[in-house]
C-alpha cells in the first residue's frame, strides 16, 4: 500500500482538476491505519481513511463510493503502483470520447525467483485494446469511473460477490446495459505485483474456473431459460473441443496444453454456472 500512496503522490494532475485520496481498509483490524497515519503528513493532498470490517470485497468498494464526493472516481488497488500520467490518460481519454467508464492498461510485475513457466505463459496478462475502443464491461483496479451516473441509476456493488470476485465486472455491465459508454485506455498504465502465492498451478486453475462462473451469473442474470440453456450447450461444445486439443498437445507443447487446459476450466465454470450454480470462493 505504500508503494500505492507513493505513486499517487507523484501523480501529474491535469489542470483544473482536484483530488482526494481515500483509502477503504478491509481488514477488521483496520492494519492500513498505521500507514495513512505515518504518510497523511506529508502527502500532498487530502488523505482520508475509511473501515470496513466486513470481509466483502464488494462491502469495502461500496463504503469507497459513499464516501466519495467528487464528479468522478479513479480506482486503485493496494498491490498496484501507478504511472506518473496514469490519471492524466484516464481523464483526458474520458473527456476525449465522452465515456462513463475507462479502464486503463494493467501490467503484472513478479517476485524474485518466479517459475520460468508461469512468465513464458504470460498467465496474468489482461486484455488490451486500442485506446477509446469501446468495452461492455472491465475491472476496476485501474479505472475512472463517473460517480454522477452511478449517482442517478442508484448502482453499488453486488454483495453476493463479495467472496467470489466479479463484483466489478458485473457492476460495469450492468451500467453498459443501462447506456453507460465503456472505453479502455492503452497509455493509462499501472503496474501489478503478483504474489508469490498465486505463482501456482492450483491458483491458476481455481481461478479460470471461478472466471468462467462469474461471467455467466453476471452476464445471464436476465436471461431466460432458453438462452441459459444456449449458453450452456454452446460452453460445453467448446469444453469437449479444447479439451480434445489439450490432450493432442500435451507430449508436443507444453505451453499450448496448459493455455487449452485453463480455458477449458473456464467452459466448466460457465457450464458449472448455470447447472448448479455453485461459487467458487478466492476471497474469505
Given at each position: 500500500?505504500?508503494q ?22 478491509n ?22 481513511y ?18 466519495a ?7 486503485i ?13 484516464l ?18 510485475d ?42 442517478k ?8 460477490y ?5 463484483e ?8 453498459f ?12 498504465i499501472?503496474?501489478?505485483s ?40 454452446k ?10 486439443v ?7 507443447n ?5 493455455k ?25
Open positions: 500500500m505504500r500505492t500512496l507513493d505513486s499517487i503522490a507523484l501523480l501529474v494532475i491535469p489542470q483544473g482538476v482536484s483530488i482526494e485520496v481515500l483509502v477503504v481498509d481488514d477488521e483490524l483496520q492494519s492500513a491505519k498505521a500507514i495513512i497515519d505515518a504518510v497523511r503528513r506529508d502527502f500532498p493532498y487530502p488523505l482520508n475509511y473501515s470496513e470490517p466486513v470481509k466483502n470485497i464488494a462491502a469495502a468498494r461500496n463504503k469507497l463510493l459513499e464516501a464526493n467528487g464528479d468522478w472516481i479513479a480506482s488497488d493496494d498491490d498496484e503502483v501507478a504511472d506518473p500520467l496514469w490519471l492524466a490518460a481523464t483526458a481519454t474520458a473527456d476525449h470520447y465522452s465515456a462513463d467508464v475507462v479502464f486503463g492498461h494493467v501490467i503484472a513478479f517476485p524474485d525467483n518466479t517459475p520460468a513457466w508461469i512468465k513464458e505463459g504470460n498467465y496474468f496478462s489482461r486484455k488490451t485494446h486500442k485506446t477509446g475502443t469501446e468495452v461492455s464491461s472491465g475491472g476496476s483496479g485501474c479505472t475512472l469511473i463517473n460517480r454522477l451516473f452511478l449517482e441509476h442508484q448502482l453499488k456493488f453486488d454483495l453476493s463479495g467472496t467470489t470476485g466479479g466489478d465486472v458485473q457492476l460495469f455491465y450492468r451500467m446495459r443501462l447506456g453507460a459508454k465503456l472505453v479502455f485506455c492503452k497509455e493509462a499501472v503496474h501489478e503478483v504474489e508469490r502465492n498465486r505463482l501456482t498451478l492450483s491458483y491458476l486453475k481455481k481461478r479460470a474456473v471461478r472466471i468462467g462462473q462469474t461471467y455467466a451469473r453476471y452476464r445471464l442474470e436476465q436471461a431466460t431459460v432458453q438462452q441459459k440453456f444456449l449458453f450452456a450447450v460452453n460445453l461444445i467448446l469444453l469437449c473441443c479444447i479439451s480434445i489439450s490432450l493432442f498437445s500435451y507430449p508436443l507444453k505451453q499450448l496444453f496448459l487449452c487446459y485453463l480455458k477449458a476450466l473456464d467452459k466448466y465454470g460457465k457450464v458449472a454456472s448455470v447447472l448448479n450454480g455453485k461459487k467458487v470462493e478466492l476471497y474469505k
